[in-house]
């Protein structure tokens, strides 16, 4: 039945090779009639509503999730739209990346995206992946605990070597 009908009471009147369902004296479908089991008949009209309803649920989630992403997602949408022939992948394809990477990191690799008008998914997951396979220099050994301090013991420096090479110049004569 269409989408539109459903929770009602409607009537089903059975004849040998075809139902008629009606709400009230309105005939709504005309199916033909299967003995078969497990058999389903649809009208390809039918369910086109229920699923436009759907389609633009999910765009409106989706886009509410890449609004929430950052304070600039908004001017970002504005350009992406007058841009690219299909926001809405885009606009999916990011926040799936947000999902990977992260709110933080993606939000941060947005205004990027923004400063050099690249305003698509793939740049931006070109700059999460970039980010992501850079590694921070190690950090000098910090010794916090003052009793490890007085455990050091350094060797005494063997200056010999630079004694036998370097002799000073009245030695040399």
Same mark, same amino acid.
């Given at each position: 039945?269409?989408? @539109?009908?459903?929770?009602?009471?409607?009537?089903?009147?059975?004849?040998?090779?075809?139902?008629?369902?009606?709400?009230?004296?309105?005939?709504?479908?005309?199916?033909?009639?299967?003995? &078969?089991?497990?058999? &389903?008949?649809?009208?390809? &009209?039918?369910? %086109?509503?229920?699923? +436009?309803?759907?389609?633009?649920?999910?765009?409106?989630?989706?886009?509410?999730?890449?609004?929430?992403?950052?304070?600039?997602? @908004?001017? &970002?949408? %504005?350009?992406?739209?007058?841009?690219?022939?299909?926001?809405?992948?885009?606009?999916?394809?990011?926040?799936?990346?947000?999902?990977?990477?992260?709110?933080?990191?993606?939000?941060?690799?947005?205004?990027?995206?923004?400063?050099?008008?690249?305003?698509?998914?793939?740049?931006?997951?070109?700059?999460? +992946?970039?980010?992501?396979?850079?590694?921070?220099?190690?950090?000098?050994?910090?010794?916090?605990?003052?009793?490890?301090?007085?455990?050091?013991?350094?060797?005494?420096?063997?200056?010999?070597?630079?004694?036998?090479?370097? %002799?000073?110049?009245?030695?040399?004569?």
């Amino acid at each position: 039945m269409p989408a @539109e009908y459903a929770g009602q009471l409607l009537t089903l009147k059975v004849y040998p090779k075809r139902l008629c369902v009606y709400d009230h004296e309105t005939l709504i479908a005309r199916h033909p009639r299967c003995w &078969d089991r497990h058999q &389903d008949f649809e009208l390809p &009209d039918h369910p %086109k509503a229920l699923l +436009e309803q759907r389609r633009g649920a999910r765009t409106q989630k989706l886009l509410g999730r890449f609004l929430a992403l950052s304070t600039q997602a @908004e001017a &970002d949408y %504005k350009a992406l739209a007058e841009r690219r022939l299909n926001p809405e992948h885009h606009v999916q394809k990011i926040v799936a990346l947000s999902e990977i990477y992260g709110v933080e990191a993606t939000a941060r690799a947005m205004p990027d995206a923004f400063t050099y008008q690249a305003f698509s998914g793939e740049y931006i997951a070109n700059v999460l +992946e970039s980010r992501a396979r850079l590694q921070p220099e190690p950090a000098a050994l910090q010794l916090t605990r003052r009793q490890d301090l007085l455990k050091l013991q350094m060797p005494e420096a063997d200056l010999s070597l630079y004694q036998a090479t370097h %002799k000073r110049p009245q030695e040399q004569s």
